[in-house]
């Protein structure tokens, strides 16, 4: 059944618009079985003028009755009917007709009386039947479709014009001759077999066929039908071989194939280079035998490149090239070379006018090549070059280079379809090549900010030797904000961070670099590590309030962090740790074997309101910590207690360079690049005997102040510091005064000897001094300035009863240390 036709309005009878329709006989019946149109053609068939039927049931015009229930009921529900029917003449004689009915719906928006029937018959004949037989072998002859007639022997019969052409012969000379004698291809053979099976079965066969036909330089493809002529007994008397060059489709085919292939393989990899040579393994042998990729040297600037900016002459840097040839033997310029490109190359033609081109290499333009790059018109020359395909690179409104498609293999010159193709490839290459180049640049940007905020050496430090590594994430993973940090601290302690902010990429790096300079502030005025903590947490939680604020939903607006603190004391030997949802370092003690603190987890910074804890332990001399971050011990494919096991492993073999250990580290944890940041803090705990201290209590009486002096000089001179005496003297004669003055008992001075001396005087008294600025007849207010003016530095950390002030003082010899006798 076929769908009934449609009308925009009203149903209307169908005129009459020349002898040609009025052959036919036409009339419209509505959904009530009323007659609403009547055409020439109806009039001849049934004597009827159109006013005598219009508005009449349909069923006046049968000659019986309808055999059961009315018309309506019989064609309800159908799409279309056919059959003989029987008519009355208006001189009242029968007329017996071939009737098709074709059931059409109205306009829906009119006046709801259903659909509608248009009925159709032929009235008569106007050709005799030896002119339609000639027409039948005229329409064989002249059809579109290639075909040819076989006897039951194969041997062709007749063969149409279309056959002729394809075959590059008449019918007279195939006349006789079998499909294989005609054409000399395998395929032939194929052919035969299967219309012996339509000799023998009666049945259609159908096949595709790849022939490479005379006269034609490409292989073909063909869809062949092979049908059974009978006779009027059934009897198989031939076969009729129909075929379609289906070539066409096909390669339409191949190329939406190297399309979707092109989409899998180019951009596996945020590689600049890799995905340029993506492209032209995509390309090379399905679209050009030999493929090239320049980029322009400097694609960094984000500058769109236009003709009047184009460098005179062009120059560009060869990133990749592939050939159907081993070893790209077509190649002039050499991988990461910048060269030099003729105003005349193709190259520099799509540069300049921003569009594709096809070239056919002409001997005219080899010779005008040959006076500026007589090179490449060599290798023209030599492999025969013969067309030449460029397609200028450009994603995001940026010109990066252009591909260049060459054809010497390969005898088809290019086509506008193969134009479109290498666009498509092109432009998905150039849309990777920009994301490689963006990512690139970001990264590089990210590494270089994350570079200058780590640590650029290592000083020697009194408390502790150290070594340190950082590795940045693959490049799929992009830059994080994993740091680390030794900041000295006063009495010759050490502080050892290490931290690790969540995500990757530039954002990353700038929270960790703001997270960093906090931890230094903080760790500057001697905030213990529990409350160091702490205020770090209120400093994430205000940075991700404020990112909620200026990017609601955006990544920004989220920051977490982890992070362990340890403060090392080399005079006490003790070491206070405390962290913030970060991996608890590893301890090696001198004849032990490793092991990881035990210490409370705390929340991750960023959460609020949570408190963080910390532990004391004593270190022996020689001990040593390992602050990690979680990119270390976590990998793709293993558990995180097998890495900490691994590291643990690796700590025991531990020699006496940390330098060594920390590559003997990374070579057991990470053989590959790491997945995520990495960084790896090693400290050797040193410690300060005796000889190195000296302490005395402090009566809280001025005459103190004297006594103290003089064993302080007594010291200094065993320390072989007599040259320094006198401003130690000075500091510690104002620091004692003040402490007398102000403070309260119990009073002591203790003296470290290291690089540097430090003086350090504590009480009992939670208040601070300050610097002020003494007037005129003040006869105080100068002894913290002198003390700032003779000292590096000098300051003020709380302890857990009282505070201590200290100040430290470079030495004048380089002689320093006990007496030695």
């Given at each position: 059944?076929?769908?009934?036709?449609?009308?925009?309005?009203?149903?209307?009878?169908?005129?009459?618009?020349?002898?040609?329709?009025?052959?036919?006989?036409?009339?419209?019946?509505?959904?009530?079985?009323?007659?609403?149109?009547?055409?020439?053609?109806?009039?001849?068939?049934?004597?009827?003028?159109?006013?005598?039927?219009?508005?009449?049931?349909?069923?006046?015009?049968?000659?019986?009755?309808?055999?059961?229930?009315?018309?309506?009921?019989?064609?309800?529900?159908?799409?279309?009917?056919?059959?003989?029917?029987?008519?009355?003449?208006?001189?009242?004689?029968?007329?017996?007709?071939?009737?098709?009915?074709?059931?059409?719906?109205?306009?829906?928006?009119?006046?709801?009386?259903?659909?509608?029937?248009?009925?159709?018959?032929?009235?008569?004949?106007?050709?005799?039947?030896?002119?339609?037989?000639?027409?039948?072998?005229?329409?064989?002859?002249?059809?579109?479709?290639?075909?040819?007639?076989?006897?039951?022997?194969?041997?062709?019969?007749?063969?149409?014009?279309?056959?002729?052409?394809?075959?590059?012969?008449?019918?007279?000379?195939?006349?006789?001759?079998?499909?294989?004698?005609?054409?000399?291809?395998?395929?032939?053979?194929?052919?035969?077999?299967?219309?012996?099976?339509?000799?023998?079965?009666?049945?259609?066969?159908?096949?595709?066929?790849?022939?490479?036909?005379?006269?034609?330089?490409?292989?073909?493809?063909?869809?062949?039908?092979?049908?059974?002529?009978?006779?009027?007994?059934?009897?198989?008397?031939?076969?009729?071989?129909?075929?379609?060059?289906?070539?066409?489709?096909?390669?339409?085919?191949?190329?939406?194939?190297?399309?979707?292939?092109?989409?899998?393989?180019?951009?596996?990899?945020?590689?600049?280079?890799?995905?340029?040579?993506?492209?032209?393994?995509?390309?090379?042998?399905?679209?050009?035998?030999?493929?090239?990729?320049?980029?322009?040297?400097?694609?960094?600037?984000?500058?769109?490149?236009?003709?009047?900016?184009?460098?005179?002459?062009?120059?560009?840097?060869?990133?990749?090239?592939?050939?159907?040839?081993?070893?790209?033997?077509?190649?002039?310029?050499?991988?990461?070379?910048?060269?030099?490109?003729?105003?005349?190359?193709?190259?520099?033609?799509?540069?300049?006018?921003?569009?594709?081109?096809?070239?056919?290499?002409?001997?005219?333009a080899v010779a005008k090549w040959e006076s500026q790059a007589p090179d490449r018109a060599e290798r023209v020359r030599r492999f025969g070059f013969h067309s030449v395909l460029a397609v200028p690179m450009r994603a995001r409104g940026i010109t990066l280079g252009v591909a260049t498609f060459t054809r010497h293999r390969n005898p088809e010159p290019f086509t506008e379809d193969d134009l479109l193709l290498g666009q498509e490839i092109t432009a998905r290459a150039a849309l990777s090549i920009d994301n490689a180049r963006r990512f690139t640049r970001e990264r590089t940007t990210s590494l270089t900010l994350q570079s200058s905020l780590l640590p650029q050496g290592h000083p020697r430090q009194p408390a502790v030797e150290t070594a340190s590594r950082y590795l940045p994430a693959s490049a799929q993973a992009g830059v994080g904000g994993d740091w680390f940090d030794v900041i000295p601290l006063s009495g010759a302690r050490v502080g050892l961070v290490v931290g690790d902010v969540v995500g990757h990429g530039i954002q990353a790096s700038a929270s960790m670099g703001r997270l960093r300079a906090t931890v230094r502030t903080l760790a500057d005025v001697d905030l213990p590590p529990d409350e160091l903590m702490t205020h770090l947490d209120d400093l994430v939680d205000r940075l991700s309030a404020e990112g909620e604020d200026d990017a609601p939903g955006s990544a920004a607006a989220d920051i977490g962090a982890t992070c362990l603190y340890a403060v090392y004391d080399p005079v006490s030997r003790r070491c206070c740790v405390a962290r913030a949802g970060h991996p608890a370092p590893a301890l090696l003690i001198p004849g032990s074997e490793p092991f990881l603190l035990d210490l409370p987890a705390g929340p991750p910074l960023g959460l609020g309101g949570l408190p963080f804890e910390s532990t004391e332990i004593e270190l022996p001399e020689g001990s040593l910590l390992a602050l990690y971050t979680d990119g270390l011990v976590e990998a793709r494919g293993r558990d995180i207690d097998q890495g900490v096991d691994d590291l643990l492993k690796t700590l025991a073999r531990a020699g006496s360079s940390l330098e060594s250990t920390c590559d003997d580290v990374l070579q057991a944890l990470l053989p590959d690049r790491a997945e995520d940041d990495v960084a790896l803090l090693l400290a050797r705990t040193k410690a300060l005997d005796s000889g190195h201290v000296a302490t005395w209590d402090v009566s809280p009486e001025p005459s103190e102040v004297a006594r103290i002096r003089r064993s302080v000089t007594r010291q200094l001179q065993e320390w072989n510091l007599e040259e320094d005496a006198f401003v130690t003297e000075l500091v510690v004669s104002e620091l004692i005064t003040n402490a007398i003055r102000y403070a309260e008992p119990p009073i002591e001075l203790r003296l470290i000897l290291d690089r540097n001396l430090i003086c350090e005087v504590s009480d009992t008294s939670s208040t601070a001094p300050h610097l002020r600025r003494a007037l005129t007849y003040d006869e105080g207010g100068r002894g913290l300035l002198l003390v700032a003016q003779l000292s590096r530095r000098w300051g003020t950390r709380h302890a857990r009863r009282g505070k201590i002030i200290w100040a430290e003082q470079a030495l004048s010899t380089g002689d320093a240390g006990p007496a030695r006798t």
């Amino acid at each position: 059944m076929t769908q009934p036709g449609t009308t925009g309005g009203e149903p209307v009878a169908e005129p009459v618009r020349s002898d040609g329709e009025a052959a036919t006989a036409t009339a419209v019946v509505d959904a009530h079985g009323r007659l609403t149109g009547w055409s020439e053609g109806a009039r001849r068939l049934l004597g009827y003028e159109e006013p005598e039927v219009t508005g009449l049931s349909a069923a006046v015009l049968l000659a019986d009755e309808p055999p059961t229930g009315t018309l309506r009921s019989i064609i309800a529900g159908l799409r279309r009917w056919n059959g003989s029917v029987d008519l009355r003449h208006k001189d009242g004689r029968l007329v017996r007709v071939s009737l098709l009915a074709h059931r059409r719906e109205r306009d829906p928006s009119g006046d709801g009386r259903g659909p509608e029937w248009l009925l159709v018959s032929p009235v008569a004949r106007s050709r005799t039947e030896p002119e339609e037989d000639g027409l039948l072998g005229w329409s064989l002859t002249q059809s579109p479709c290639t075909t040819a007639l076989y006897d039951t022997e194969l041997r062709l019969l007749r063969a149409n014009a279309d056959m002729e052409r394809v075959m590059g012969l008449t019918e007279a000379e195939m006349r006789g001759l079998r499909v294989s004698e005609i054409v000399l291809d395998a395929e032939s053979r194929r052919t035969e077999d299967s219309m012996r099976r339509v000799l023998a079965t009666g049945e259609r066969q159908h096949l595709r066929a790849a022939l490479q036909l005379s006269g034609d330089p490409r292989e073909s493809l063909w869809s062949v039908t092979l049908a059974p002529v009978h006779d009027p007994d059934g009897m198989v008397r031939g076969v009729l071989l129909s075929a379609h060059n289906m070539t066409e489709e096909h390669l339409a085919r191949q190329r939406l194939a190297l399309v979707a292939e092109a989409g899998v393989r180019i951009g596996t990899t945020l590689d600049l280079t890799q995905t340029a040579q993506e492209m032209a393994d995509v390309a090379v042998g399905q679209l050009a035998d030999f493929v090239t990729v320049d980029l322009l040297p400097d694609i960094e600037d984000d500058q769109e490149l236009r003709a009047m900016t184009l460098p005179s002459p062009v120059m560009l840097r060869r990133v990749a090239n592939q050939s159907v040839l081993p070893g790209c033997p077509e190649a002039v310029v050499p991988l990461g070379t910048v060269a030099v490109y003729p105003n005349v190359s193709p190259a520099a033609e799509v540069l300049a006018s921003g569009q594709p081109l096809i070239h056919e290499v002409t001997p005219a333009a080899v010779a005008k090549w040959e006076s500026q790059a007589p090179d490449r018109a060599e290798r023209v020359r030599r492999f025969g070059f013969h067309s030449v395909l460029a397609v200028p690179m450009r994603a995001r409104g940026i010109t990066l280079g252009v591909a260049t498609f060459t054809r010497h293999r390969n005898p088809e010159p290019f086509t506008e379809d193969d134009l479109l193709l290498g666009q498509e490839i092109t432009a998905r290459a150039a849309l990777s090549i920009d994301n490689a180049r963006r990512f690139t640049r970001e990264r590089t940007t990210s590494l270089t900010l994350q570079s200058s905020l780590l640590p650029q050496g290592h000083p020697r430090q009194p408390a502790v030797e150290t070594a340190s590594r950082y590795l940045p994430a693959s490049a799929q993973a992009g830059v994080g904000g994993d740091w680390f940090d030794v900041i000295p601290l006063s009495g010759a302690r050490v502080g050892l961070v290490v931290g690790d902010v969540v995500g990757h990429g530039i954002q990353a790096s700038a929270s960790m670099g703001r997270l960093r300079a906090t931890v230094r502030t903080l760790a500057d005025v001697d905030l213990p590590p529990d409350e160091l903590m702490t205020h770090l947490d209120d400093l994430v939680d205000r940075l991700s309030a404020e990112g909620e604020d200026d990017a609601p939903g955006s990544a920004a607006a989220d920051i977490g962090a982890t992070c362990l603190y340890a403060v090392y004391d080399p005079v006490s030997r003790r070491c206070c740790v405390a962290r913030a949802g970060h991996p608890a370092p590893a301890l090696l003690i001198p004849g032990s074997e490793p092991f990881l603190l035990d210490l409370p987890a705390g929340p991750p910074l960023g959460l609020g309101g949570l408190p963080f804890e910390s532990t004391e332990i004593e270190l022996p001399e020689g001990s040593l910590l390992a602050l990690y971050t979680d990119g270390l011990v976590e990998a793709r494919g293993r558990d995180i207690d097998q890495g900490v096991d691994d590291l643990l492993k690796t700590l025991a073999r531990a020699g006496s360079s940390l330098e060594s250990t920390c590559d003997d580290v990374l070579q057991a944890l990470l053989p590959d690049r790491a997945e995520d940041d990495v960084a790896l803090l090693l400290a050797r705990t040193k410690a300060l005997d005796s000889g190195h201290v000296a302490t005395w209590d402090v009566s809280p009486e001025p005459s103190e102040v004297a006594r103290i002096r003089r064993s302080v000089t007594r010291q200094l001179q065993e320390w072989n510091l007599e040259e320094d005496a006198f401003v130690t003297e000075l500091v510690v004669s104002e620091l004692i005064t003040n402490a007398i003055r102000y403070a309260e008992p119990p009073i002591e001075l203790r003296l470290i000897l290291d690089r540097n001396l430090i003086c350090e005087v504590s009480d009992t008294s939670s208040t601070a001094p300050h610097l002020r600025r003494a007037l005129t007849y003040d006869e105080g207010g100068r002894g913290l300035l002198l003390v700032a003016q003779l000292s590096r530095r000098w300051g003020t950390r709380h302890a857990r009863r009282g505070k201590i002030i200290w100040a430290e003082q470079a030495l004048s010899t380089g002689d320093a240390g006990p007496a030695r006798t």
